[in-house]
């Protein structure tokens, strides 16, 4: 099971730093984010990473998504947040570590599909808790290249930045 013991959270600081402010990470920096990914991929977990600069509609967000994790084999036409939500279910999230999807240039998809952006936050936050119920960890790392990006909360939840760039001055250029 992938849950923090207290016993090894020593063992497990770094790791638990990624997780602990919730389901959503936002960062800003490409070389942090390389950093977080690096380390969680040397503990074998699964990251898919997507860039936001290549979807024109809803229906290529989520298609994009669904088809890369292996969910769905071709694309549907019209697919939009309900459809997504009742197929992540059949997400890999392993035993042993977790699964992370990394979006790049989360601002443009922010700034061209906000609904989209949010609700693709928001199900993901969604799903992220349920999996804990099992002890498997699924967490989205969101990059943006807006440093002052405001994501609204997630469920009762809001989106923190990681903990490297938590002031506003490690965001600046």
């Known amino acids: 099971m992938a849950i923090f013991q207290e016993s090894t959270l020593r063992d497990e600081w770094q790791t638990y730093q990624l997780f602990r402010y919730g389901p959503v990470s936002l960062f800003f920096k490409p070389h942090i984010l390389d950093e977080a990914v690096q380390f969680l991929k040397k503990q074998s977990y699964i990251i898919h990473e997507f860039n936001c600069q290549d ?4 229906a290529d967000v989520y298609n994009d998504i669904l088809l890369r994790l292996g969910i769905i084999q ?7 947040s309900t459809p997504f939500w009742d197929l992540l279910t059949e997400a890999k999230v392993p035993d042993e570590s977790g699964l992370i999807l990394v979006f790049m240039h989360f601002d443009v998809l922010h700034r061209n599909l906000p609904k989209c952006a949010q609700d ?49 001055k490690n965001r600046t250029p």
């Open 55 to 58: 979807y024109s509609s809803e």
């Open 74 to 80: 071709t694309d549907y036409n019209e697919i939009s």
């Open 120 to 168: 693709l936050l928001e199900i993901i936050a969604g799903y992220s808790y349920n999996w804990l119920w099992f002890g498997r960890r699924f967490k989205a790392f969101v990059q943006t290249d807006d440093p002052s990006i405001i994501i609204k909360p997630l469920g009762a939840h809001e989106a923190y930045w990681n903990p490297k760039e938590w002031l506003i």
